[in-house]
């Protein structure tokens, strides 16, 4: 039975506002973590309109616009409150148009778009509770439904440059003296329309990490992963495997350090599972690029790492007091 | 602007300030066995409610006066502003035992922590939170209490080493008692911490902490005799004495401090107080510290779902999994939560402070550990 007067004292002249410690936050939220990660993307998103012209930005457009349309949706389904208002989905949408290359027409981008919230995260129940990074299971769909349409390197031939994950798959390493990695990492390199503004990408992770959304444990890991496992096979054999440098600046390696593998829900917790789960999908990055069928391996490498998150959060210290 | 730190050392810039004695006293006695009633006279120092735990302290009228209200919650007593107290005990003559315990306890002291044996006993004078500076001010004002305190502790406990720990830099002993520094940066003032930078083990068997702040009030009840009625504040920056069960309102009118609709008050840290519904409750005997928080200043508590970002597990002190532990507390399975390290945590806040999806962890850690102290008692009895 519950007390007579729930509250003893309870006065209506001055309504405090009661709530659980710590009174005192540190005054992040979602929707400011949300914010800086478009505000992230900015460079990148103006250097590739001004690389592709305004189509990139169209199919920007309507992947963020798709996706956020369909998670009004599938809250309203769920009978969940609609809070778009944090930005999350209208991030997950632009991460996957970043994939895409700028000349994807308009349906392409509108499915995946849709694709990233419904089946990304409405599915494992939403935001914060995909077991692989969203934008990469919309990406994943449409590689396999519509090769043609996603092809980087069929879709922009008609530019000068080449992609050099292309041409490294199909040419090998003696094709790459082509390019160089200066220009690579200007972005003055084919690839998704977003992901390969290598140095566009770089400040806005670096902006990240220094305002504190993200933490150095899983892009330092990426990269390192990459750049450890490419040197290992080059000094093998330099003639057939190309240099770490090239594997840094090539591809979007650096969009998926800085915003793919660090997606909040399918990277583990923890400062070793994060290292640990950073080195393994770097170094999956090469050994796709070396071995396998895919020219860019950076988005199957990474949902690869996604499933192994479960496993390496079991790499974990001891909690105080435990013996 | 608040402005949030994590800064413990503080340095008090004047000395204990009095407050002008309270009219009415609303004593908490939630949870307390009353032993008194509505009408009944009291003189300053009579007993009003003993703790129903094994050694926890009896409650006391910090003046006299009439009770004129009791329910549940609290008890009103209109102060008469008569002189009269109880008669003093003498403590301090009393060999050890269950009957000094007993009498300790009558007092109003917390005896638990002080029975039975220890090998280390470790005062941690440490400023508990951020924002407050009570145990710098009792540490440097207060030395007669602390060492009488230390006495009788020592009596109590009979430990092989008595060590005092204190913000690194501070020049400041109690005799019978070596100092050591610590850094003066939160969480580093909790016990379960203090007690790991000064013996080097987590959890260790056969210590014993307790705060400068019930060391001064044992210390007090033993050169006086008479119970433990006040506690130490830090309201504002300065330290007051404030009688047990003032209301907020009259700390709030006697210092002209202003609180509008939907500001929070919160009574003992920032990190790990208590907010307040009604400006009629009385300060309790543990409060530390009182604080007012605009209603704009920091995001709220949300009830939204955790996202899995690991903040508050790269935050954690005792590196448990505090998003785990919510998800399992929210849906009442807490046997799961037990075994992603709820037992091991001790409460200061910092996964909450620093969750971006604003959820309230740890309110949930301290829900799922009542829970399962509930359910315990529930089956022994």
């Given at each position: 039975m519950n007390p007579p007067i729930l509250k003893a004292m309870s006065d209506i002249s001055?309504?405090?506002?009661?709530?659980?410690?710590?009174?005192?936050?540190?005054?992040r939220t979602i929707q400011g973590m949300m914010r800086a990660h478009l505000l992230a993307l900015a460079p990148a998103a103006v250097m590739a309109v001004v690389m592709y012209g305004v189509r990139a930005f169209a199919v920007m457009g309507m992947a963020g616009t798709a996706a956020v349309l369909t998670e009004v949706?599938?809250?309203?389904?769920?009978?969940?409150?609609?809070?778009?208002?944090?930005y999350s989905a209208l991030y997950a949408g632009v991460l996957f148009a970043f994939l895409l290359p700028a000349t994807a027409p308009w349906w392409l981008a509108?499915?995946?778009?849709?694709?990233?919230?419904?089946?990304?995260?409405?599915v494992f129940g939403g935001f914060g509770c995909n077991p692989v990074c969203a934008p990469l299971v919309a990406w994943a769909v449409c590689r396999f439904s519509w090769p043609g349409a996603m092809d980087i390197d069929l879709n922009l031939a008609a530019y000068m440059a080449?992609?050099?994950v292309d041409q490294l798959m199909h040419f090998g390493v003696s094709s790459l003296g082509q390019f160089d990695y200066m220009d690579l990492f200007m972005g003055r390199g084919l690839g998704g329309l977003g992901s390969s503004q290598v140095v566009a990408l770089a400040a806005g992770g670096l902006f990240l990490l220094a305002a504190g959304w993200i933490r150095l444990f899983i892009p330092v890991g990426f990269l390192v992963g990459v750049a450890g496992t490419a040197a290992i096979y080059w000094v093998i054999d330099p003639t057939a495997y190309a240099d770490p440098m090239f594997h840094l600046v090539a591809g979007s390696t650096i969009f998926g350090a800085f915003f793919l593998a660090p997606d909040t829900a399918s990277s583990p917790v923890g400062k070793i599972p994060q290292t640990m789960f950073g080195l393994i999908a770097g170094a999956m990055v090469v050994i796709i690029r070396v071995y396998g069928v895919y020219p860019d391996g950076v988005p199957f490498a990474i949902m690869v790492a996604n499933l192994l998150s479960p496993l390496l959060e079991r790499l974990r210290p001891k909690y105080f007091g435990v013996r | 602007m608040l402005k949030i730190h994590y800064s413990l050392d503080q340095k008090p810039a004047d000395s204990i300030r009095d407050l002008e004695p309270p009219k009415v006293l609303n004593i908490s006695v939630r949870n307390l066995v009353l032993k008194t009633r509505k009408g009944a006279v009291l003189a300053k120092g009579d007993q009003v409610a003993e703790h129903p735990s094994p050694g926890g302290g009896a409650c006391h009228a910090a003046q006299g006066g009439k009770v004129k209200a009791v329910n549940y919650h609290s008890l009103t007593v209109q102060c008469t502003g008569g002189e009269e107290t109880v008669a003093h005990v003498d403590v301090a003559s009393m060999g050890k035992g269950s009957e000094l315990l007993r009498a300790l306890q009558e007092l109003g002291v917390d005896v638990a922590p002080l029975t039975g044996s220890a090998e280390v006993l470790v005062v941690n004078g440490l400023n508990p939170e951020p924002g407050v500076s009570v145990a710098q001010q009792l540490l440097r004002d207060g030395g007669e209490e602390l060492r009488a305190g230390l006495e009788m502790a020592r009596k109590l406990l009979s430990p092989s080493r008595a060590?005092?720990?204190?913000?690194?830099?501070?020049d400041v002993s109690i005799p019978g008692a070596e100092t050591v520094g610590i850094r003066a940066k939160y969480p580093y003032s909790l016990d379960a911490l203090v007690v790991r930078t000064v013996t080097g083990k987590e959890f260790p068997e056969h210590t014993r902490v307790i705060n400068v702040m019930d060391?001064?009030?044992?210390?007090?009840v033993t050169l006086t005799g008479l119970p433990v009625t006040e506690t130490f504040m830090t309201i504002d920056g300065h330290n007051y004495r404030v009688p047990v069960g003032t209301p907020v309102r009259h700390i709030l009118e006697v210092l002209d401090l202003k609180a509008a609709p939907g500001d929070t008050i919160v009574l003992g840290g920032p990190f790990r107080g208590e907010s307040i519904y009604s400006l009629d409750q009385g300060v309790k005997k543990e409060d530390y510290g009182m604080f007012i928080t605009s209603s704009d200043a920091i995001p709220e508590v949300q009830d939204a779902a955790c996202m899995n970002c690991g903040e508050c597990v790269l935050h954690c002190p005792a590196r448990v999994l505090p998003h785990l532990i919510s998800r399992y507390a929210e849906y009442e399975r807490f046997e799961e939560a037990e075994r992603y390290g709820l037992n091991s945590c001790f409460e200061c806040g910092l996964c909450a402070f620093n969750c971006f999806a604003r959820r309230p962890l740890l309110q949930y850690i301290r829900f799922a550990k009542a829970q399962i102290r509930a359910k315990g008692q529930g089956t022994q009895s």
């Open positions: 001055l309504r405090l506002t009661v709530s659980p410690p710590p009174h005192w936050r540190s005054g949706i599938c809250l309203l389904l769920q009978k969940r409150d609609v809070d778009i208002d944090n509108v499915i995946g778009g849709a694709l990233t919230i419904a089946l990304g995260r409405t080449n992609s050099p | 060590i005092l720990a204190v913000s690194k830099g501070e060391l001064f009030d044992l210390g007090k």
